[in-house]
């Protein structure tokens, strides 16, 4: 089975960076999607940026490109997301989520999903 294990997040300040890891485990990714969606208290869950196993191409979110850069590490199996110029607004939990053949998927209907890990961005 997928087992997706989040780590790396934290407490900072607003304009700090924080670096997200997910490691992915339990199968060959080829053909995945691999996400990183977060959720705030009250809220519902988000969509932030996705890429794609076997090329690396991304897909961001409005809200986050420019400031959060998605990467996957094949020889590792792990999925990164650098955090750059955090907001009081980026204080959520994030969950990394794999989607099975998802290449072309661009939703937010996933398969497996991580325990997620909590980002916490201070004034």
């Known amino acids: 089975q997928v087992q997706l294990v989040e780590s790396g997040g934290g407490l900072v300040q607003a304009g700090d960076s924080l670096r997200l890891s997910c490691a992915a485990s339990?199968?060959?990714?080829?053909?995945?999607?691999m996400g990183w969606f977060r959720q705030a208290p009250g809220k519902e869950r988000n969509f932030v940026v996705s890429?794609?196993?076997?090329?690396?191409?991304?897909y961001y979110s409005g809200s986050v490109k420019g400031r959060f850069t998605i990467s996957r590490d094949k020889a590792t199996n792990t999925v990164y997301l650098q955090m750059d110029s955090l907001k009081p607004e980026d204080t959520a939990v994030y969950y990394c989520a794999a989607k099975e053949n998802g290449y072309l998927y661009y939703g937010s209907e996933y398969d497996y999903w991580g325990q997620g890990t909590q980002v916490t961005v201070s004034t």
């Open positions: 339990g199968r060959t990714f080829s053909g995945y999607r």
């Open positions: 890429i794609t196993w076997n090329s690396g191409l991304p």
